[in-house]
């Protein structure tokens, strides 16, 4: 089942995965989003998952999902719009309008209306991938004139 050279390439890169440099694990969720397949989609789910992992190896594996297009990942990327920093939950917002599931409307409703910025502008854009229109007015900025 599957390429015996790329399974080889995926155990390659799941060990990395594992390696104590979080500059190795960042490079790993990548190369697993580069590459696809079942297995890298659950090591990237794994990894979104993981609270103790490096913030960056964490919104680089939901960038990665949302490339992957893999709707197995939409419960654990909704679960990653309320992941510390910024740049998890803005991956994820992306990977969930790229995915394009429907299931992630009322989050992405919910994180539109508590953020500003530029996590509330890619809420907003996912919504508007999901063909949903984000209508609040007591929340509404004004747009920028030019």
């Known amino acids: 089942m599957g390429d015996p050279e790329i399974q080889k390439q995926v155990k390659s890169i799941l060990s990395e995965l594992r390696d104590i440099s979080k500059d190795k694990r960042r490079t790993a969720v990548m190369k697993l989003g580069?590459?696809?397949?079942?297995e890298a989609v659950r090591a990237l789910i794994r990894t979104v998952e993981n609270t103790q992992e490096d913030l960056i190896v964490r919104g680089r594996a939901a960038l990665m999902l949302g490339k992957l297009k893999d709707s197995r990942a939409v419960p654990t990327l909704i679960r990653a719009l309320d992941a510390p920093g910024f740049q998890t939950p803005?991956?994820?917002?992306?990977?969930?309008?790229?995915?394009?599931?429907?299931?992630?409307?009322?989050a992405l409703v919910n994180l539109a209306d508590t953020s500003r910025?530029?996590?509330?502008h890619v809420a907003l854009?996912?919504?508007k991938q999901l063909g949903y229109e984000f209508n609040s007015e007591e929340n509404a900025e004004p747009e920028p004139e030019l």
């Open 34 to 38: 580069m590459i696809g397949g079942d």
């Open 90 to 106: 803005i991956n994820a917002a992306q990977a969930l309008g790229k995915i394009g599931d429907v299931r992630a409307i009322d």
């Open 125 to 127: 854009d996912a919504l």
């Open 117 to 120: 910025d530029k996590t509330r």
